[in-house]
């Protein structure tokens, strides 16, 4: 019998050794967390034509995960504040490690791999001192924690690797919790959003915040095109009155750019944002609004408002060589603009992009 430190140290190695790519479970474009009818939770593969090219269980509900930039092997993510993620063989479910939160810190539902897959970097709260960290994992030694560097904020949310494959953007959400207090938001009076842009060693390069007047607006999801564009979604914490905007636009060395769609429409999307995509063009962002069904498209060069979507209770949004691939709470999916698929399962909140 094979002794548990010797499978161990095998499951470790593992990492080391060539894997099969994407193209062995279907070559799918997207990462979702889902439910199924019976109420499991899985981490399903999609294909940008709409189909399930994969699904694995789950022990509790998702948020999101990290796609593996070679092989078919993504990091799920506990929902906030979960203190589990799982690294996931996708072509049979294997549990290839499990990761735990260190004493003091929780997961916020994000991470993303190093260009070369060699190291994950994770969103992480550390709640006592009530600051944003990010985590760091060697990869192939069995996703061991190398140590942590600040996230330049607090509340870290969604994290992207930059175009230049040698910085991360962090969307630093602003709102204080602590697992004691589930999901409550602890510091709304004073909290206060910002992007920041680190280096893979974790050097702060720059932050940038919204205006003083819109410190409850928290910055949660990002997304960016190749030329270095970012662009934010946000979530309200305000008063329902104010519904400022919710979309922004940003390039490193200046200001954040924010856009809104007609007051009518934009009043529908009720203060929550809740993803955002570049198209594969890069001449058009999207945000999705569950709470509003609807997803809003904007130029992205000029800002100018495009067009109001209907989709009930939709939130994951990614790009697609038509445009805008989309998921619903409902099991819709599909490119905005055709017919929709209709699956069984209802997809949570993102589309993690896998090979971009």
């Known amino acids: 019998m094979v002794s548990r430190r010797r499978m161990l140290a095998g499951l470790a190695a593992s990492s080391l050794l060539p894997s099969a790519s994407w193209a062995s479970?279907?070559?799918?474009?997207?990462l979702s967390a889902a439910r199924a009818p019976d109420g499991r939770f899985l981490l399903a593969g999609l294909t940008d034509a709409g189909e399930i090219s994969f699904t694995i269980p789950l022990p509790a509900r998702g948020h999101a995960a990290a796609a593996h930039p070679a092989r078919a092997e993504a990091v799920a993510f506990a929902r906030r504040p979960g203190?589990?993620?799982?690294?996931?063989?996708?072509r049979d479910g294997t549990v290839l490690a499990r990761l735990e939160a260190p004493e003091g810190r929780h997961f916020y539902g994000h991470g993303a791999f190093s260009p070369d897959g060699a190291q994950l970097f994770t969103t992480e709260n550390d709640y006592e001192a009530g600051l944003g960290v990010i985590g760091i994992w060697d990869v192939a030694a069995g996703y061991q924690r190398l140590g942590e560097v600040s996230s330049g904020g607090v509340g870290p949310h969604e994290m992207r690797l930059m175009p230049d494959g040698?910085?991360?953007?962090?969307?630093?959400?602003?709102?204080?919790?602590?697992?004691?207090?589930?999901?409550?938001?602890?510091?709304?009076?004073?909290?206060?959003?910002?992007?920041?842009?680190l280096d893979l060693s974790g050097a702060i390069l720059e932050t940038v915040s919204?205006?003083?007047?819109?410190?409850?607006?928290?910055?949660?999801h990002l997304a960016h095109h190749t030329d270095g564009t970012v662009a934010l979604a946000m979530q309200w914490q305000g008063v329902e009155e104010a519904a400022p905007q919710l979309l922004?636009?940003?390039?490193?060395?200046?200001?954040?750019?924010?856009?809104?769609?007609?007051?009518?429409?934009?009043?529908?999307?009720?203060?929550?944002?809740?993803?955002?995509?570049?198209?594969?063009?890069?001449?058009?962002?999207?945000i999705t609004s569950p709470r509003g069904g609807v997803v809003h498209v904007f130029d992205l060069a000029s800002?100018?408002?495009l067009q109001a979507q209907p989709e009930d209770d939709v939130c994951g949004i990614g790009a697609s060589a038509k445009g805008f691939f989309f998921a619903t709470g409902t099991g819709a999916v599909g490119t905005l603009g055709e017919a929709a698929r209709q699956h069984h399962l209802q997809f949570?909140?993102?589309l993690v992009p896998i090979g971009t």
């Open 25 to 30: 479970v279907g070559t799918p474009a997207f």
């Open 83 to 90: 203190t589990f993620a799982l690294a996931l063989d996708c």
């Open 166 to 197: 040698q910085s991360l953007v962090i969307a630093n959400g602003g709102i204080e919790t602590h697992p004691d207090m589930g999901r409550a938001k602890l510091n709304l009076p004073t909290m206060a959003p910002n992007l920041s842009y």
């Open 210 to 220: 919204l205006p003083p007047a819109l410190h409850k607006n928290s910055i949660r």
């Open 248 to 286: 922004g636009l940003h390039r490193r060395g200046g200001d954040i750019t924010l856009l809104q769609a007609p007051e009518r429409l934009h009043r529908a999307l009720d203060g929550y944002a809740g993803s955002v995509a570049i198209s594969g063009d890069g001449r058009a962002v999207a």
């Open 303 to 305: 800002g100018q408002f």
């Open 348 to 350: 949570d909140n993102h």
